[in-house]
């Protein structure tokens, strides 16, 4: 069993890279501004970082997994680039109205559901009080309540700075272990995920 470590659970389309609708060659991928540096001080501060997304294009026949595999090798080598790196890679491929037989279900993984995300704890164990989740839906905040683990869930949009509970959550306790308040870096990777929202605008798909 992996060891319980603080992690940094984040969706991808519209907090990594520009949410243009069913991203998945390699020659779409472009970084949020500042996302690659955000991970890579996830990375320094000894945070596990681990996608979790939902992708229905799958689903809806427009890729499938192998693509999206490469996708994720694309990205992870463009992150490597800039010193950062992503530890794990959890998808759904799922969507009830989808064309694709096989994943044409109403599944538990999909977000807003919680299954995806417990997944990738049970397989990725995290160290609750230090972990959190970011994303630019409300479904990823409703994934991340709905999850058995509760975790702290940061919704990045321009139009849902954190409420006075999240600040509440972000101030919690400090990491002995890399000595930096987790509240602090969680602020500092919210940020810097945060200028990428303001520039890429609303996310106006539903992947
Ligand atoms: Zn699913």
Known sequence: MTRAIPTAFLDRDGVLNIDRGFVFRPEELEFVEDAAAAVRLLNETGYRVVVVTNQSGVARGLYDE???????????????????????????????EGSIVEFAIDCDCRKPKAG????????????????????????????????????????????????????????????????QRPAALRQRVQLQLHKVVVSAGDPTTEN
Request: glycine share 4%; proline share 5%.
């Open 66 to 96: 192998t693509a999206l595999r490469l996708f994720h090798e694309h990205m992870q080598a463009e992150l490597l680039v800039h010193g950062a790196h992503i530890d794990a890679f959890y998808h759904c491929p799922h969507h009830p």
């Open 116 to 179: 995806l995300l417990e997944q990738a704890v049970r397989e990725q164990p995290a160290e609750r009080s230090r972990s959190f989740l970011i994303g630019d839906r409300e479904a990823d905040m409703t994934a991340a309540k709905a999850a058995t683990r509760n975790l702290i869930a940061l919704l990045r949009t321009q139009r849902n700075l954190p409420d006075h509970r999240t600040c509440r959550a972000l101030r919690a306790s400090t990491d002995p272990r890399c000595g």
